[in-house]
Nanobody, 124 residues
Framework: QVQLVESGGGLVQAGGSLRLSCAAS????????MGWFRQAPGKEREFVAT????????DYADSVKGRFTISRDYAKNTMYLQMNSLKPEDTAVYYC?????????????????WGQGTQVTVSS
């Protein structure tokens, strides 16, 4: 079992920055790939970014490339999403997930564990 807890969401003006955190606990969490997804009102959950268990590889949705950066700190068992140049269309509930595979995964079907989500609101 892996438990995930997101934090760092909030209200920010367009062009601003936020850093989301996902604290992981449980057995062998370092062996899990992890990722961020988001869901806006009335829309389906969509992929944002993912990072392998080794942190060697990352992948991003086209909509966030060049603005968002995913990383992880093994000592703290925490994954981060640094979000810069935020836009109103980034407004959503952001979820972190974990999956047991060595490869990158941008499909939510790969993920076994999910956090409860954190709200990000970007005002224009």
């Amino acid at each position: 079992q892996v438990q995930l807890v997101e934090s760092g969401g909030g209200l920010v003006q367009a062009g601003g920055s936020l850093r989301l955190s996902c604290a992981a606990s449980g057995r062998n969490v370092g062996n899990y790939g992890m990722g961020w997804f988001r869901q806006a009102p009335g829309k389906e959950r969509e992929f944002v970014a993912t990072i392998t268990w080794s942190a060697v590889s990352t992948d991003y949705a086209d909509s966030v490339k060049g603005r968002f950066t995913i990383s992880r700190d093994y000592a703290k068992n925490t994954m981060y999403l640094q979000m810069n140049s935020l836009k109103p269309e980034d407004t959503a509930v952001y979820y972190c997930g974990a999956y047991r595979d060595r490869y990158l995964c941008s499909e939510d079907g790969c993920y076994t564990y999910w956090g409860q989500g954190t709200q990000v609101t970007v005002s224009s």
